[in-house]
């Protein structure tokens, strides 16, 4: 039975597994509320029913998040079972993490053998976006896991010729899409594709297969929004970050067309800048972006200031360090702010962006990015074209090891012929191809995303890897000229991609890394070039030394969340940062709560529905995280146009609200809604509630509601009609 049960075994997956839950779950316990956005969603949603159902961002059902409920239920249940912790909520993402990684071995296995499958896992596991994004309240690795689910259904369906299993494989699209709205759609070509070209049954079941699984997609898809938006507005929470409170227009407009066109985005990530609603932006405090949930905080900036990987520009900016290069659309696009809120940026060593709002403690000295270099772009996500994903920013999260896929993707398609049956190893590699592709020339050419949206990319990347090298392996021992090659200009191409990458953090990392990795990779590859004739069975161990030796760096990037910390669990990214900067992380301030303010608001409530008001959710999020219920009167960013004046004077004589706290450095929300509450409301002195006085520099991030108010002083009015 041992024996057996050995057999049964692989010992390699379990240390695969192993080492992806090490990289995804260590540590996390130490990131206080991760993502506070969606972490005071899930505090709202264990209130009650109507709360979870909506994923209502606030307790009293005001205003939803800008994203679908389905990944949020799922932290709601962790948060239920374990309490709320910053690690429950990122428990979810990070064992989807480990499940995609072992999903990966056993979709590769029955057609490219156990090596190929290893492999994959393998370069699952240490794409450095994977554990970087899994170590969060973000959705995409639990939307990533879903669509895997729905890979091993849709092979499981062709091989065994059954419908039920097509239907199911579609159908974790429609759930995906519940997640993340039109991301999961991303990868629906391939999924016809390939039933389309593998499934052996005629051509009439197949085009009514097709059709009953889109069918349950699209029911899938739509079912909760339709529910949604079927449901009066003054039953249900505002629509987050929408402009006519239509789950419908959230999901095809901001989170759909206008991801691949930019347009609609006043600021990077806008959700809903000003659009003729009367709403001025400021960009968000901690420079977070405007209008998009899992990037987690408001707009204008990357969180904390947030350009690359751990909060830097560049490769590596310093978190809140924005170049021109990298920011300059941000700045631009802002420049309607408050002019109370608006800075000249003419400290040219920090570079900071804040014009743009940001807090001072998002630049502390840092240049942008190692050498002062950075990615480029909106977020670090450099400029669109052909080569995007080879750009810094980019490269460093997801494409290390994408020459050899790219080669391998080859090797697997050289036989391939229309004329002839195609094979279960080509037809795989056609979807995999189909999956790569689309999703790889959305980011080439998108006009707004983040860096962790790559993990898209990693499923597809580390299956050319792991069934690529088996099958370049096959033609370097099998066949003569230039097919026999492709294995070692594959090792040597990924090695120079490599050691031209790690040029831009020399200033992080040394020069160890890049001569290691250089010199490695050239003299396996070079002895793959020279010994092709000589003993087999050692060409075999080169060949796999040379992949290991590829994938060293990779390996070294996908830990960094765990050796630097965690840089940033709002816009999370993997690599290497400068210690002993002064960089505040978040976590450290982005939770913390005006004592003063509450214990003040409390005393003098008179039992008001909202604590207090303020403009944003960023301004809330501690507050709710903390039990306290706060209104976020223009929703994520400021910019919802929830409120009108009418409205709000009405909730004010209902005795709903009394106290809004205005300023800070964050967005600024409707001026005509800050307009009235001037107006009509009577300002209470700072030293009654914040302990220092009006005229105090001390305002600091300690005794504000959101981190990094640095120098953005906040207003509280007393309304009363």
Request: net charge negative; proline share 5%; glycine share 12%.
């Amino acid at each position: 039975m041992k024996k057996f049960m050995y057999k049964r075994i692989d010992l390699i997956l379990l240390g695969i597994i192993l080492l992806s839950a090490f990289l995804n779950i260590y540590n996390i316990w130490k990131n206080d509320y991760a993502n506070a956005y969606y972490t005071a969603a899930v505090k709202s949603m264990l209130e009650n029913f109507h709360n979870f159902f909506y994923a209502s961002f606030d307790p009293a059902g005001f205003v939803t998040v800008d994203k679908p409920p389905l990944t949020f239920w799922i932290q709601t249940l962790s948060a239920a079972i374990f309490g709320l912790h910053g690690w429950s909520v990122m428990l979810p993402q990070a064992l989807a993490g480990v499940g995609s990684v072992v999903l990966l071995y056993f979709l590769l296995k029955p057609t490219f053998g156990i090596t190929g499958a290893r492999i994959a896992s393998l370069t699952m596991a240490i794409t450095p976006i994977v554990p970087a994004i899994s170590r969060s309240n973000n959705i995409d690795s639990m939307l990533v896991f879903t669509l895997l689910i729905g890979v091993w259904m849709l092979f499981r369906g062709v091989r065994k010729n059954k419908a039920i299993w097509v239907i199911g494989a579609f159908a974790m699209i429609g759930l995906g899409f519940n997640m993340k709205m039109m991301q999961a759609f991303m990868v629906a070509p391939a999924f016809y594709l390939f039933y389309i070209t593998a499934a052996k049954v005629k051509w009439k079941k197949k085009i009514g297969i097709l059709a009953s699984a889109t069918a349950v997609m699209m029911a899938l898809s739509l079912s909760w929004a339709v529910v949604v938006d079927s449901v009066s507005a003054g039953d249900r929470p505002y629509m987050g970050s929408s402009q006519t409170n239509s789950v419908l227009e959230l999901a095809f407009g901001y989170n759909g067309v206008a991801r691949l066109t930019g347009q609609g985005q006043s600021t990077p990530g806008g959700g809903g800048a000003d659009k003729g609603n009367g709403n001025e932006m400021q960009a968000p405090p901690n420079g977070m972006e405007q209008g998009e949930a899992p990037e987690g905080m408001p707009s204008g900036a990357p969180p904390n200031g947030q350009g690359g990987p751990n909060g830097q520009g560049g490769p590596n900016q310093a978190n809140g360090a924005n170049t021109t290069n990298s920011d300059d659309s941000a700045s631009n696009d802002s420049s309607n702010t408050d002019s109370s809120s608006t800075q000249d940026n003419t400290n040219s060593e920090t570079q900071t962006s804040e014009d743009n709002g940001q807090r001072d403690f998002l630049s502390k000295g840092d240049q942008g990015g190692p050498g002062g270099q950075n990615g480029g772009g909106m977020f670090n996500t450099g400029t669109p074209g052909f080569f995007r994903l080879f750009q810094i920013g980019l490269a460093d999260q997801i494409s290390w090891v994408l020459p050899f896929a790219l080669f391998g993707c080859v090797g697997l398609l050289s036989g391939i012929r229309l004329r002839k049956q195609w094979s279960d190893e080509e037809k795989e590699s056609l979807f995999w191809l189909a999956w790569l592709g689309p999703v790889g020339v959305f980011f080439s050419i998108a006009g707004f995303f983040h860096q962790y949206y790559l993990i898209m990319l990693a499923p597809p990347i580390a299956a050319f890897v792991g069934a690529g090298w088996v099958k370049l392996f096959k033609l370097y021992q099998t066949e003569k000229g230039f097919k026999s090659m492709l294995l070692p200009i594959a090792i040597l191409a990924t090695t120079a991609f490599e050691v031209f990458t790690l040029k831009s953090y020399i200033d992080q990392i040394g020069m160890v890394w890049s001569i290691g990795v250089g010199v490695a990779g050239t003299l396996l590859s070079l002895a793959l070039f020279f010994f092709k004739q000589k003993e087999k069975r050692a060409t075999y161990f080169v060949s796999l030394a040379a992949l290991l030796a590829i994938l060293v760096i990779p390996a070294f990037w996908a830990s960094t969340p765990i050796i630097y910390g965690d840089g940033n669990s709002v816009m999370p990214a993997a690599g290497p940062t400068t210690m002993g900067n002064g960089n505040m992380k978040m976590g450290e301030g982005q939770n913390s709560i005006n004592e003063n303010l509450v214990s003040y608001l409390k005393k003098h409530s008179d039992g008001e529905t909202y604590l207090f008001a303020t403009s944003n959710a960023s301004s809330a999020a501690p507050y709710i995280i903390e039990g306290e219920t706060v209104m976020a009167m223009g929703g994520f960013s400021g910019s919802d146009p929830i409120l009108t004046t009418e409205k709000l004077e009405e909730m004010v004589k209902n005795n709903e609200v009394k106290y809004f706290l205005i300023g800070g450095g964050g967005p600024g929300g409707s001026s005509d809604l800050q307009t009235w509450i001037k107006e009509h409301g009577e300002e209470v002195p700072q030293e009654e509630w914040n302990g220092t006085s009006s005229n105090s520099d001390s305002d600091s991030d300690s005794n504000s509601g959101m981190p990094g108010r640095g120098g953005q002083s906040e207003t509280l009015y007393k309304v009363e009609l």
